[in-house]
């Protein structure tokens, strides 16, 4: 799909805000997606390091 300016991208043909609510989404479900999981990486390893410490 070929764009002549910025606002054609982000209008695109009325459809624009679908299309970027879609793609915002998606990226905050990555995003959350890549915490929870940091998150709980760094849980269980604070849990293996108490665990030898016994």
């Known amino acids: 799909m070929y764009f002549t300016s910025l ?3 982000i209008d695109m043909d009325g459809h624009g805000f679908y299309v970027w609510i879609c793609y915002a ?9 890549v ?6 990486q760094q849980r269980l390893l604070k849990l293996i390091k108490s665990q030898l410490r016994r």
């Open 7 to 9: 606002q054609h991208l």
């Open 25 to 33: 989404l998606f990226a905050l479900t990555v995003a959350v997606n």
């Open 35 to 40: 915490w929870s999981a940091k998150r709980r």
